[in-house]
């Protein structure tokens, strides 16, 4: 266990819709990063925050956005899905931003879009 | 450009096995970290070892090793007597002076009993 929780496990939806994904890093990380996993594209980078503030994009779709709140928590908001926005959801934490940190993941979100 | 290759997509042992697993990197920073992370049928990701580019020295815990040669831009993982717990996916991956990780695309490891 790394001590990153991550809801909801799963998640099914429609086309079109919006989900939030919610992530709790480790006691003490303050730098919080998203990535996908898909099978066509492996496992991406999309954002990172660092105690509250964004701090680096990677292949993030505009109908992606996320944020980090006040107790350090995130979300990932996902809207107008499509088809292709079907992967796994991970979530990781570091204890700084620095770029030799360990980054440690979650356990991720399962999302299918129907 | 940054790139993680790791060029074996599957590997099958039998149980006590030795296993390696390659991973050759790509990165014009002189100071950079390497990773391997685990991802077991479970679907987390766990981390393994980290390394920065400074520190060459092989590393060993328990039936896992760790050789780093920047010679030949490689960090190859060898499993020593494979267990079937062994079974998963493994990820090498790449930090340099940029904002991301970069992810090989993982090596599955079957082990049979």
């Known amino acids: 266990d790394s001590g990153v929780t991550q809801t909801p496990k799963h998640l099914i939806t429609a086309t079109g819709q919006r989900v939030t994904l919610r992530c709790s890093p480790r006691?003490?990380?303050?730098?919080v990063y998203w990535y996908q996993q898909s099978l066509d594209q492996g496992l991406q980078f999309l954002i990172q925050?660092?105690?509250?503030?964004?701090?680096a994009k990677g292949n993030i779709l505009e109908r992606f956005s996320a944020q980090q709140f006040p107790d350090l928590h995130s979300e990932l908001n996902l809207s107008s899905l499509e088809l292709g926005d079907s992967a796994l959801y991970f979530c990781?934490?570091?204890?700084?931003?620095?770029?030799?940190?360990?980054?440690?993941f979650g356990p991720g979100t399962r999302l299918l879009v129907l | 450009a940054q790139k993680v290759t790791q060029a074996q997509t599957e590997i099958s042992v039998v149980e006590k096995e030795d296993v390696t697993l390659d991973c050759v990197y790509e990165t014009r920073d002189t100071t950079y970290y390497l990773f391997w992370y685990k991802q077991p049928p479970s679907g987390e990701l766990v981390f393994l070892i980290r390394?920065?580019?400074?520190?060459?020295q092989n590393e060993i815990s328990g039936r896992y090793s760790w050789n780093f040669q920047k010679s030949t831009s490689s960090f190859n993982f060898t499993i020593t007597a494979s267990q079937v717990v062994d079974s998963a996916v493994y990820f090498c991956?790449?930090?340099?002076?940029?904002?991301?990780?970069?992810f090989g695309t993982g090596t599955r490891l079957q082990v049979f009993p």
């Open positions: 925050y660092y105690n509250g503030e964004e701090r």
């Open positions: 991956a790449l930090r340099g002076n940029t904002d991301k990780l970069i």
């Open positions: 006691s003490g990380d303050l730098s």
């Open positions: 390394r920065n580019s400074f520190d060459e």
């Open positions: 990781a934490s570091s204890v700084d931003s620095g770029w030799g940190e360990t980054q440690y």
